[in-house]
């Protein structure tokens, strides 16, 4: 019984099992072949991320006699420059602020807004999950002036709270509609032996649904990170004062600056991606993981 | 195993309100038991609950998404500056306007284009490198994490690499004439005639990870048990793509199709970013949301912008609605109406 339950959960248990398996099917087809495609796909994916990065080692005649070459002699100047410049901090900052605590209540709204729209049965349920998934079609294109009129009225703009509550407001959608499967998968035997040993729906939320959830709460968690360490739009219409910028604005700001510098502002640029790729590397697993209990077959 | 006892309570309830019926509006006794809640029929306690776990979420959906959605409808209906409560209302002379400007024409023709070129230029790799990554072999787990990276690097980064590689003494025309294959180089790929085409490659490399991911999860729910049958049939490698992966992985392949779609219909940051915002349709693509943005917040004139994003919302609403009626109805189908939990 209790097995049974277990595997019907979804997350990584579930992959754990199948690849765990000791027969495999043959591989047809030679792995060169295979290398040689992933070779290519990998490297037109990274040539850009490449020049963008390798571009900060240069300098701007470099760049401009050779634009395609390798740096010689590789220039770290671009970089420390970067590296030690307050504004490049202060944005830095910025972000991580704005990321951090958007993805903090998007994760805890969504989790117990998910939590009722799967377990609990009354009417408006349908009407709720509806206005959620109906939100995945509202980009925030169309909502953008009436906003920024809504957080002139609340005293938000140019104020790091004035892009964190719409984006959370804008998360919500995804989060939920990830989450919802996950919550329904959890077995109703489970459910219902917690109840029989005392724990009310609250109890059986916090002791059972959260720990169970986790793989989908990391996958909502980490999409919605990254989704706001590279968010532009809101910000770009958001925040005009450059003490608030977020590091997005703050490339654009520079590439404004300091047009004619582009290496510096390669070098700004590369290293302010890097906190997204050492997240999502870090998670991929989790990503995909997460991603199986919401697209079931 | 657990079928048995979820039949027997169901059997249960179902008799209980047919005999007992109108008589007693408390809870069943035998519900109660099974753990389940009758229908429709939440106790103050639930009421309670429900509010206060989904309450916070509701409320912030409601104010930041909900509201505005409906201003835009309303501001729509004015010809305002932006200042002070709109006055001057003009019915829908903005959506006269809208609907007469070639401008916008083109730009919807470009949605269209991009939503139909992603689907076919997008949809056949993401599903060969899916297949492909999802065999054993060794350092799949770097490759994979690879082809993820353009996925995770922002819009504005991507944007601002690509918009100084892109120009006619960029690195790409450079690398061209480096080869000494096609001579000195010097294609204008942000100028008008490739400029549709350089974005699908821009969207290409920046979106295929999404779906690989995507797909990738959706394959690893296909039961191996079916793949060994088909191997001891004799099926070959192809034979097994086709006809089992291909259509077990048919839902998955109509969810992205989906958010392919509708992102294609609201695109905006890579446009606006690598062509500049004025350069948009002269030069490059411009876009429902570009056209948007840049008549509406950016030039000043409010009232248009909001009736221009009320048309970009209805056009993928009704997207939406006849893709969820027509493609996805069997993929969907339950998992709203009957409560989903199965």
Redesign the interface.
């Known amino acids: ?1 209790t097995t ?2 277990l595997d ?1 959960a979804p997350g990584p248990s ?2 754990r099992r ?2 765990g ?1 000791p ?3 043959k ?3 030679g ?1 060169p072949a ?2 040689f ?2 070779l290519v ?2 490297g ?3 040539a ?2 490449a ?2 990065v390798l ?1 900060g080692f240069r300098d701007n005649s470099q760049l ?1 006699v ?4 390798l740096p010689s002699p590789w220039r770290f100047a671009n970089y420390s420059n970067v590296l030690s410049s307050s504004t490049f901090w202060r944005e830095f900052a910025n972000s991580v602020i704005v990321g951090g605590v958007t993805t903090l ?1 998007v994760v ?3 989790v ?2 998910s ?9 408006g ?2 009407l ?6 109906a ?5 925030i ?10 957080l002139d009225k609340l005293n938000l703009t140019d104020s790091l709270l004035g892009v964190i ?2 984006q ?3 998360g ?2 995804t989060t ?1 509609i990830i989450l ?2 996950f919550l ?1 998968a959890i ?3 489970i ?2 032996a917690a ?2 040993d005392g724990c009310s ?2 109890g059986f ?1 916090f002791r059972m649904v959260l720990p169970l959830s986790l793989p989908g709460v990391l996958t909502t968690g980490i999409l919605t990170f ?1 989704a706001s ?2 968010s ?2 809101l910000p770009l ?1 958001v925040l005009s004062k450059t003490s608030s910028f977020t590091l ?1 604005l703050g ?2 700001q520079f ?1 404004s600056q300091y047009a004619s510098d ?1 290496a510096a ?2 070098a700004f ?2 290293l ?2 890097i906190p ?2 050492v997240f ?2 870090a998670f ?2 989790r ?2 993981g997460g ?2 209990g ?4 | 195993m657990s079928e048995t006892p979820q039949v027997t309570s169901a059997l249960a309830s179902s008799l209980d309100t047919t005999t007992v019926g109108g008589g007693a509006d408390a809870v069943s006794p035998p519900a109660a038991v099974a753990g389940r809640p009758p229908r429709a029929r939440a106790s103050r306690r639930e009421r309670l609950e429900i509010t206060l776990l989904s309450g916070p979420a509701i409320v912030v959906f409601v104010a930041f998404v909900i509201l505005p959605v409906i201003a835009a409808f309303y501001y729509g209906f004015y010809r305002w500056k932006g200042y002070g409560p709109p006055s001057d209302f003009i019915g829908l002379h903005n959506y006269r306007v809208i609907l007469t400007d070639p401008e916008f024409h083109r730009a919807v023709l470009h949605n269209v284009e991009i939503a139909g070129l992603s689907l076919l230029i997008q949809g056949p790799l993401a599903i060969l490198l899916a297949l492909l990554l999802n065999r054993e072999m060794r350092g799949r787990s770097i490759i994979r994490v690879l082809v993820f990276v353009p996925w995770v690097v922002s819009e504005v980064i991507a944007g601002t690499g690509l918009s100084l590689m892109l120009p006619v003494n960029g690195a790409i025309n450079a690398l061209l004439t480096n080869l000494h294959v096609f001579g000195h180089v010097e294609v204008q790929w942000l100028g008008p005639h490739l400029g549709l085409w350089t974005l699908m490659a821009i969207l290409t490399w920046k979106y295929l990870g999404f779906a690989v991911i995507l797909l990738m999860a959706g394959l690893q729910n296909i039961p191996e048990e079916l793949y060994e049958a088909a191997s001891i049939d004799g099926a070959s490698y192809w034979q097994m793509q086709r006809n089992i992966t291909l259509p077990l992985l048919g839902p998955t392949i109509r969810i992205w199709a989906f958010l392919s779609i509708i992102g294609a219909l609201q695109l905006f940051d890579l446009p606006w970013i690598v062509w500049g915002e004025f350069n948009l349709d002269r030069d490059g693509v411009s876009t429902m949301a570009t056209y948007m943005a840049h008549y509406g917040p950016r030039t000043g004139l409010y009232g248009y912008g909001n009736a221009v994003a009320v048309v970009l919302f209805v056009i993928s609403l009704i997207v939406a609605l006849l893709y969820q009626r027509f493609v996805l109805r069997r993929d969907i189908s339950g998992s709203v109406t009957d409560g989903g939990r199965r």
């Open positions: 019984m049974s339950t019907a579930r992959s199948a690849s398996r027969q495999r099917r591989l047809p087809w792995s295979v290398y495609i992933a796909v990998i037109l994916t990274l850009p991320v020049y963008i571009g401009t050779d634009p395609a070459g209540l805890a709204m969504g117990s807004a939590f009722v729209i799967a377990r609990y049965r009354f009417r349920r349908g709720m999950f509806g206005l959620f998934a939100g995945l079609m509202f980009p294109t169309v909502a953008i002036t009436p906003l920024f009129i809504i509550l719409p959370v407001a804008f919500l959608p939920i919802v499967p329904q077995p109703d035997e459910e219902e109840a029989v729906r609250l939320f990254v360490w590279n532009y739009l219409f997005p490339i654009q590439h582009t502002v390669l640029t590369s302010s991606m997204a790729l999502f590397t991929e697993r990503i995909v991603l199986q919401a697209v079931k077959g």
